[in-house]
């Protein structure tokens, strides 16, 4: 019989690793197996109770929600033209900045150690103890916290912001550049109340679960642009630094996955409940969660995306601007960008 219930030493179990994961002077989260294979930190457990939930739901008739890189409407800017275009007239500050800014961004993902996640089974009338919703306080969300920002049990051990830095310094150096500003909040803004029909904690937080989630996707794109940047012989000449440097990003890779797994879970079952409203009633979780679903990835993948494009070329610009054919320069940068749909 397949096992859908889990305890929390269970889901935060870890691999026993061969050998620590030590790279460019950071002591790391996950480990190496006997033959080399990297395996991210308290997955033991997780995914084969990811994969059996995601089993019994789609059992129940009930698909998974897309949580592909389908869902984004723009491609990574700078694209990989432009950056290499960049990196071959050293001007290597747009990529430092992103990737320092990822690990900065990763590290507050901490935060989710600390959350007190309600028991949704309180709001909902299906019994949801064999589903990953049933699991989120039991060690599911501190378990994503301490893969982004570090265990707190751990704290001599980096986790993703380490790991992005290690990243960058692999391919860099370390102190290359200065450390740039970091924007407070890449999810999308309070729009107000968007489930009246449900208590306003449970709604924060799977609003969270949602915003997360875009932000897991979009991670995928990023993931995708970094380790084929890393490994292009125009844009870094010294191949391994940059395959380094890429194999690092994969492994960052690896460990979200779990993250996407778990999430990409947790919605496509609350669209399958029935849930308690406040009125006394219930409404379908279909009902309540696809529009706001919607909106939640038209914001990630246009609104935000379009404005994290101008602040970026704005910033591009204003850095190539101390040149004395900064103009050409930057003309020839945008001739390569790529045509973008309305």
Same mark, same amino acid.
């Given at each position: 019989?397949?096992?859908?219930? *889990? &305890?929390?030493?269970?889901?935060?179990?870890?691999?026993?690793? @061969?050998?620590?994961?030590? /790279?460019?002077?950071?002591?790391?989260? $996950?480990?190496?197996?006997?033959?080399?294979?990297?395996?991210?930190?308290?997955?033991?457990?997780?995914?084969?109770?990811?994969? @059996?939930?995601? #089993?019994?739901?789609?059992? /129940? $008739?009930?698909?998974?929600?897309?949580?592909?890189?389908?869902?984004?409407?723009?491609?990574?800017?700078?694209?990989?033209?432009?950056?290499?275009?960049?990196?071959?007239?050293?001007? $290597?500050?747009?990529?430092?900045?992103?990737?320092?800014?990822?690990?900065?961004?990763?590290?507050?993902?901490?935060?989710?150690?600390?959350?007190?996640?309600?028991?949704?089974?309180?709001?909902?009338?299906?019994?949801?103890?064999?589903?990953?919703?049933?699991?989120?306080?039991?060690?599911?969300? *501190?378990?994503?916290?301490?893969?982004?920002? $570090?265990?707190?049990?751990?704290?001599? =051990?980096?986790?993703?912001?380490?790991?992005?830095? @290690?990243?960058?310094?692999?391919?860099?150096?370390?102190?290359?550049?200065?450390?740039?500003?970091?924007?407070?909040?890449?999810? +999308?803004?309070?729009?107000?109340?968007?489930?009246?029909?449900?208590?306003?904690?449970?709604?924060?937080?799977?609003?969270?679960?949602?915003?997360?989630?875009?932000?897991?996707?979009?991670?995928?794109?990023?993931?995708?642009?970094?380790?084929?940047?890393?490994?292009?012989? =125009?844009?870094?000449?010294?191949? #391994?630094?940059?395959?380094?440097?890429?194999?690092?990003?994969?492994?960052?890779?690896?460990?979200?996955?779990?993250?996407?797994?778990?999430?990409? &879970?947790?919605?496509?079952?609350? /669209?399958?409940?029935?849930?308690?409203?406040?009125?006394?009633?219930?409404?379908?979780? #279909?009902?309540?969660?696809?529009?706001?679903?919607?909106?939640?990835?038209?914001?990630?993948?246009?609104?935000?995306?379009?404005?994290? +494009?101008?602040? &970026?070329?704005?910033?591009?610009?204003?850095?190539?601007?101390?040149?004395?054919?900064?103009?050409?320069?930057?003309?020839?940068?945008?001739?390569?960008?790529?045509?973008?749909?309305?």
């Amino acid at each position: 019989m397949t096992k859908l219930a *889990y &305890t929390r030493d269970e889901l935060m179990a870890s691999h026993e690793y @061969a050998q620590p994961h030590e /790279r460019a002077g950071y002591k790391l989260h $996950g480990g190496f197996l006997a033959d080399g294979t990297y395996v991210s930190p308290r997955v033991l457990h997780r995914w084969p109770a990811v994969h @059996a939930w995601q #089993k019994a739901l789609t059992d /129940r $008739g009930w698909p998974l929600i897309d949580a592909t890189t389908q869902l984004l409407k723009r491609g990574n800017y700078p694209n990989i033209r432009q950056e290499r275009f960049l990196l071959s007239h050293g001007i $290597g500050t747009p990529l430092w900045n992103s990737l320092t800014i990822t690990g900065v961004i990763e590290a507050r993902g901490k935060v989710l150690c600390d959350l007190d996640a309600p028991d949704f089974q309180s709001i909902i009338v299906d019994d949801i103890s064999q589903t990953c919703t049933g699991h989120l306080h039991k060690g599911l969300l *501190y378990a994503h916290g301490a893969d982004e920002g $570090g265990d707190p049990a751990l704290p001599d =051990v980096g986790a993703h912001d380490a790991m992005w830095f @290690a990243a960058r310094d692999l391919l860099f150096g370390a102190d290359r550049y200065p450390i740039p500003e970091v924007p407070e909040s890449i999810s +999308r803004p309070d729009t107000g109340r968007l489930m009246p029909q449900l208590p306003a904690g449970f709604e924060q937080l799977i609003l969270l679960l949602m915003n997360v989630l875009m932000i897991e996707v979009r991670a995928e794109a990023f993931f995708a642009f970094c380790c084929e940047i890393m490994r292009d012989p =125009v844009a870094f000449p010294d191949q #391994k630094a940059g395959e380094d440097a890429a194999l690092m990003v994969e492994r960052i890779r690896t460990d979200e996955a779990i993250h996407v797994g778990y999430l990409q &879970t947790t919605i496509s079952e609350m /669209r399958s409940f029935t849930f308690k409203s406040v009125d006394g009633g219930t409404v379908k979780g #279909k009902d309540m969660i696809d529009p706001i679903w919607e909106g939640m990835v038209h914001w990630h993948s246009v609104t935000q995306a379009d404005f994290s +494009r101008e602040q &970026t070329r704005e910033a591009i610009r204003a850095g190539l601007s101390d040149r004395p054919n900064g103009a050409q320069l930057f003309a020839e940068f945008d001739a390569m960008e790529d045509t973008v749909a309305a």
